[in-house]
Each structure stands twice: as C-alpha cells, then as structure tokens.
C-alpha cells in the first residue's frame, strides 16, 4: 500500500505560479502517477498524469500552463502551475497506480482575481 502526501498549496494572485508536491511512502517508479482536483460543488476531475516511462497527459483546460514531473528517486511527484486564473481553485489531489488506486488528502489551491 502506498501514502501519498500532498503539499504547496495555498494563496496566489491570477497569473501567478504554485508548484506541488506528492511524496509516496514508497516506490513509485512502476506506478503512473496522476494530479486530479476537485473545486467546491463539483466533482473530482482529472488534471495530468506521467507514466512510468515518462509519458504525460493534461486537461485541455490546463494544457500549456501546468507541468507534470516525477523524481522516482524521492519518491516524489510535482505538478508545476503556471498562468494560475481562478478556475483553477481547487482542492488538488495525487493519484498513484491506475485499477488499484491510491489517494492523498489533497491540498488547497486558491486562485484570487
């Protein structure tokens, strides 16, 4: 079982940058691994994921702003936040594996205009 603990979250102005973090009490180097996050009165949804072998995807609602990027030897996964608007208020969460997942408790990203 893998614990995943989120952090660098918090305040920012519009146009600013935030760049989170999601350390794994254990290897991750075989698992995909995936930023989602969850805004208030709204359903989790999917932000970015790189795959063990480095391979990225984003939200179109992110593509050109946000970077997904690994360190397997920290275990850690980092998601780089560029070009922040309000919409992008949320709670963020790390996903690690895929059919047998694993979730962090998130981090708070707030966005004023």
């Known amino acids: 079982q893998v614990q995943l603990v989120e952090s660098g979250g918090g305040l920012v102005q519009a146009g600013g940058s935030l760049r989170l973090s999601c350390a794994a009490s254990?290897?991750?180097?075989?698992?995909?691994m995936g930023w989602y996050r969850q805004a208030p009165g709204k359903q989790r949804v999917y932000v970015a994921t790189?795959?063990?072998?480095?391979?990225?995807n984003y939200a179109d609602s992110v593509k050109g702003r946000f970077t997904i990027s690994r360190d397997n030897a920290k275990n850690t996964v980092y998601l780089q936040m560029n070009s922040l608007k309000p919409d992008d208020t949320a709670v963020y969460y790390c996903k690690a594996g895929g059919t047998i997942a694993y979730w962090g408790q998130g981090t708070q990203v707030t966005v004023s205009s």
């Open positions: 790189i795959t063990s072998g480095l391979s990225t």
């Open positions: 254990g290897s991750i180097s075989m698992l995909a």
